[in-house]
């Protein structure tokens, strides 16, 4: 079989299923090119080039894994995130672009130039604390996470990435592993992509989310409202006066977050390209 028959028939297998027919030409050729370990001009450059029987085989098994709505994020071992290559497994949510406002919006209001104490709380893949890292030479960051298998990614991106010196990982619920120095007027900032999902939308979601990523960084409650509660005020005792915090949302959790964020001050949400608030900002 031909580099492009192979493609051919991986697209046409993945379109047979509703789920996957959107995407199903772009996610045959990234696997191709992952099976087979070329580039994109190679494939167009000499479609008729055969494959090797390991390479039918590896490039079938991934068409398997995505026929059974495994993310070809997780296939592949990797995403992209704020321009950095992270590695991702099902040990993490996968980073989404929507998390780079988020990080956009806190560089816009950290100086570059002093040195900064700042927490990633659910730091997962570290995709948060390491791309500030990485713009922000002078802090110091503490990422926490529930999961010691998410931290283990984490460790691992920022050892790649380069800052792995600047970034003590804990594992901690919220921010309850902290020591207790650190739990009170000790932080810049605080930032978060918290599980904000409710369980009421469990049903409608993607299988290749909901049966695959991980549920405890997904899902907060009924409402999706469960982490911010606790989270909340935990970070307020964290914060120095006038310290940032920094919360991905939910699509249409704007007014309950605020009414969360009452006691704070210059509270103001940023939408995301679709014009939903997608990150809520406030200063203790």
Known sequence: MTLQQALQ?????????????GTARRDAEI???????????????????????????????FVDRRLCHEPVQYILGEQEFYGLPLRVTPAVLIPRPETEHLVEAVLERLPQDRSLSVADIGTGSGAIAIALARHL???????????????????ANAT??????RVQFLVSNLLAGLPPE??????????????????????????????????????????GLDIFKRFIPQAQQALKSGGLLALEIGHGQQEAVADLLSRWKDVEFVSDLQSIPRVALARK
Do not use: C, K
């Open 9 to 21: 028939a991986a697209t046409q297998r993945l379109a047979v299923d509703p789920l996957l027919s």
């Open 31 to 61: 696997l191709l090119l992952r099976a087979l370990g070329i580039s994109r001009a190679a494939v167009f450059s000499n479609p008729s080039q055969p494959l090797t029987s390991e390479q039918s085989r590896t490039y079938d098994m």
């Open 137 to 155: 030479p002078l802090a110091e960051f503490t990422a926490l996470d529930l999961s010691p298998a998410a931290l283990e990614i984490a460790r």
């Open 160 to 165: 790649s990435l380069d800052v792995a010196s």
């Open 182 to 223: 650190r739990r009170q007027n000790h932080f810049d900032a605080v930032v978060s992509n918290p599980p904000y999902v409710p369980l009421r939308d469990a049903a409608e979601m993607h299988p290749q989310v909901r049966e695959h990523e991980p549920a405890t960084a997904l899902f907060a409650g009924l409402d």
